[in-house]
């Protein structure tokens, strides 16, 4: 499995045609790096909260 992320490499990959060959291509750049590393994202954090809130009520 190849990921591949950042918007200036999704673009080169694509400019080169080389985009056919990777599985998954994001353009979030350094928060997808941060979430594979399990860094805690302040709007995923958010709306977990906001999940559990709902089901609560």
Request: net charge positive; aromatic share 6%; proline share 2%.
């Given at each position: 499995t190849t990921i591949v992320s950042g918007g200036h490499l999704t673009a080169a990959l694509k400019r080169y045609g080389?985009?056919?060959?990777?599985?998954?291509?994001?353009?979030?750049?350094?928060?997808?790096?941060?979430?594979l590393t399990g860094a805690k994202l302040p709007m995923i954090q958010v709306l977990e909260e906001a999940a559990v809130r709902y089901r609560s009520k």
């Amino acid at each position: 499995t190849t990921i591949v992320s950042g918007g200036h490499l999704t673009a080169a990959l694509k400019r080169y045609g080389l985009a056919d060959k990777i599985n998954h291509i994001s353009t979030a750049g350094g928060a997808l790096v941060l979430y594979l590393t399990g860094a805690k994202l302040p709007m995923i954090q958010v709306l977990e909260e906001a999940a559990v809130r709902y089901r609560s009520k």
